[in-house]
């Protein structure tokens, strides 16, 4: 409720107006008079009122359309109706369309001032009813909204079970079957077929522990467990370090590694492991989805003096533009894409966490067949040491 009370008098005789304006003013309620209907609905569009009292019968439109149009405007407008010319009929359709009151003229102005507060006490109840049913339903909609996050979790939880079972599964299905071959005193195995299982075992062992060590990267991440340990290095060096890792991978599909930094680049100021493992998860991604004979390029340089700006490109399959929203989460491997590699759907989801507690930000561009540039920003910590020039 405002401070001031604003009423609207309507009357088209002057006497009655002069009346109620002073009568209502020695009250202490801001009052504006009108002598007719159109008068009126102007002014209530304008401004509106607390209450409203109108004559039934005015030389243009009745007073019951004054009604009509005000509740229609603002239902909380208390409408008093008066009149020298009393009837039921009259009576009971002011009431039927929502008037507060019907007092006869002359009228009292001590019944007046008690009709009026009545009103306002009535309009502050019914305002403070329709804060508290708003103030409720944006709750039950907060609510939903909860609850639907929640089914959301719940279902990510359930479907990372499920996921995580499988890729669990796999390397484990693998290296206990070859081992029990290689024991089995009943299938006795080359020289040559028993170096191929233990090559077998040891590849599905390094898969299994690059899934576990890649929850438990998760796990520090979402817990806020893991800190940035930030030290100055060469980022040539980090990134040459880079490639010779990735060699064997790209090797098995024959793809090129071009790595290409900004002359003003040299030793930068940020946490050394996690770099490396940002610019090996993006690489590792780029390799999954480019075709044999395809080419990765990483690109590096200064976006501001502030900001590393660094871009993983390649020539493979490309993303969807209504998946690429969903890439970066945990198991967000998107149907297109979902069966030309055999990852889990961490890897991009953990350099983007990385990159965020970096204080950067990483994005895509793509388009299905023409490949995919991953590219992250990260502000440089500190000034001195990352320019060549410095």
């Given at each position: 409720?405002?401070?001031?009370?604003?009423?609207?008098?309507?009357?088209?005789?002057?006497?009655?107006?002069?009346?109620?304006?002073?009568?209502?003013?020695?009250?202490?309620?801001?009052?504006?008079?009108?002598?007719?209907?159109?008068?009126?609905?102007?002014?209530?569009?304008?401004?509106?009122?607390?209450?409203?009292?109108?004559?039934?019968?005015?030389?243009?439109?009745?007073?019951?359309?004054?009604?009509?149009?005000?509740?229609?405007?603002?239902?909380?407008?208390?409408?008093?109706?008066?009149?020298?010319?009393?009837?039921?009929?009259?009576?009971?359709?002011?009431?039927?369309?929502?008037?507060?009151?019907?007092?006869?003229?002359?009228?009292?102005?001590?019944?007046?001032?008690?009709?009026?507060?009545?009103?306002?006490?009535?309009?502050?109840?019914?305002?403070?009813?329709?804060?508290?049913?708003?103030?409720?339903?944006?709750?039950?909609?907060?609510?939903?909204?909860?609850?639907?996050?929640?089914?959301?979790?719940?279902?990510?939880?359930?479907?990372?079970?499920?996921?995580?079972?499988?890729?669990?599964?796999?390397?484990?299905?693998?290296?206990?079957?070859?081992?029990?071959?290689?024991?089995?005193?009943?299938?006795?195995?080359?020289?040559?077929?028993?170096?191929?299982?233990?090559?077998?075992?040891?590849?599905?062992?390094?898969?299994?522990?690059?899934?576990?060590?890649?929850?438990?990267?998760?796990?520090?991440?979402?817990?806020?467990?893991?800190?940035?340990?930030?030290?100055?290095?060469?980022?040539?060096?980090?990134?040459?370090?880079?490639?010779?890792?990735?060699?064997?991978?790209?090797?098995?599909?024959?793809?090129?590694?071009?790595?290409?930094?900004?002359?003003?680049?040299?030793?930068?100021?940020?946490?050394?492991?996690?770099?490396?493992?940002?610019?090996?998860?993006?690489?590792?991604?780029?390799?999954?989805?480019?075709?044999?004979?395809?080419?990765?390029?990483?690109i590096c340089r200064l976006e501001t003096p502030h900001w590393l700006h660094c871009s993983v490109i390649d020539n493979g399959i490309g993303i969807s533009l209504q998946d690429q929203q969903r890439i970066f989460e945990e198991f967000g491997q998107v149907e297109t894409l979902r069966f030309r590699g055999n990852g889990v759907g961490l890897g991009l989801s953990i350099a983007k966490r990385l990159v965020e507690l970096h204080g950067g930000k990483i994005?895509?561009?793509?388009?299905?067949?023409?490949?995919?540039?991953?590219?992250?920003?990260?502000?440089?910590?500190?000034?001195?040491?990352?320019?060549?020039?410095?």
């Open positions: 409720m405002p401070s001031v009370t604003n009423i609207l008098v309507i009357d088209d005789e002057p006497a009655t107006l002069k009346t109620l304006s002073a009568a209502l003013g020695v009250m202490g309620y801001k009052v504006t008079t009108a002598v007719n209907g159109r008068e009126a609905l102007a002014l209530i569009r304008k401004q509106p009122c607390n209450i409203v009292i109108a004559d039934i019968k005015l030389p243009d439109i009745s007073g019951l359309e004054i009604l009509e149009a005000t509740k229609k405007l603002n239902p909380e407008t208390a409408v008093i109706m008066i009149t020298g010319h009393a009837s039921i009929e009259t009576a009971v359709d002011a009431i039927n369309e929502g008037a507060y009151a019907y007092i006869l003229k002359p009228v009292a102005i001590n019944e007046l001032e008690t009709i009026i507060k009545n009103a306002l006490r009535e309009q502050r109840l019914l305002i403070e009813n329709r804060k508290l049913v708003e103030s409720l339903q944006q709750s039950n909609r907060r609510l939903e909204e909860a609850n639907r996050a929640l089914e959301q979790v719940s279902q990510a939880k359930s479907d990372f079970m499920a996921k995580m079972s499988h890729e669990l599964r796999t390397p484990l299905n693998s290296i206990i079957g070859f081992s029990e071959v290689l024991l089995s005193n009943t299938s006795p195995v080359g020289q040559a077929t028993h170096e191929e299982f233990l090559n077998y075992i040891h590849v599905s062992a390094r898969h299994l522990l690059h899934l576990i060590n890649s929850i438990l990267d998760l796990s520090k991440i979402e817990s806020g467990k893991m800190s940035l340990e930030s030290i100055e290095f060469d980022l040539a060096v980090l990134l040459e370090d880079v490639r010779i890792t990735v060699l064997p991978m790209l090797a098995t599909k024959k793809q090129t590694l071009e790595i290409k930094i900004g002359e003003d680049v040299s030793s930068i100021f940020a946490d050394e492991a996690k770099m490396k493992q940002i610019f090996l998860n993006l690489i590792s991604n780029a390799h999954k989805f480019t075709l044999t004979g395809g080419k990765i390029r990483v994005w895509v561009i793509s388009e299905v067949g023409h490949g995919s540039t991953f590219t992250f920003s990260i502000p440089l910590a500190r000034k001195v040491g990352y320019l060549n020039a410095q």
